[in-house]
Nanobody, 125 residues
Framework: QLQLVESGGGLVQAGGSLRLSCAAS????????MGWFRQAPGKDREFVAA????????YYGDSVKGRFTISRDNAKNTVYLQMNSLKPEDTAIYYC??????????????????WGQGTQVTVSS
């Protein structure tokens, strides 16, 4: 089992920035690809970003490209999501996820084996 704990959420004004962290424990973190998803009230869970185990390849949802950056520190067993130029439509619960085996994509929930509990991000206008 891999345990994931998100932190760093909060309330921020539009145009501001936040950095989310996801700390992993329980298994070898560096062997997992990691992703971030988000879910706004009344909406489906949406892919935000993903990063391969080595950190060499990153992937982003269209709505966050150019504003969000995913990174990881395998020595700290942590993945980050730097969010800049935040908009009210970025308001959601943000979830960290880990993928043990590559399933051809990082863009869908089925590609991931472990999930965190989520952290709330609220962007005011």
């Amino acid at each position: 089992q891999l345990q994931l704990v998100e932190s760093g959420g909060g309330l921020v004004q539009a145009g501001g920035s936040l950095r989310l962290s996801c700390a992993a424990s329980g298994r070898t973190f560096s062997s997992y690809a990691m992703g971030w998803f988000r879910q706004a009230p009344g909406k489906d869970r949406e892919f935000v970003a993903a990063i391969r185990w080595s950190g060499g390849n990153t992937y982003y949802g269209d709505s966050v490209k150019g504003r969000f950056t995913i990174s990881r520190d395998n020595a700290k067993n942590t993945v980050y999501l730097q969010m800049n130029s935040l908009k009210p439509e970025d308001t959601a619960i943000y979830y960290c996820a880990a993928s043990q085996d590559y399933r051809g994509t990082f863009y869908y929930e089925f590609a991931y084996d472990y999930w965190g509990q989520g952290t709330q991000v609220t962007v005011s206008s």
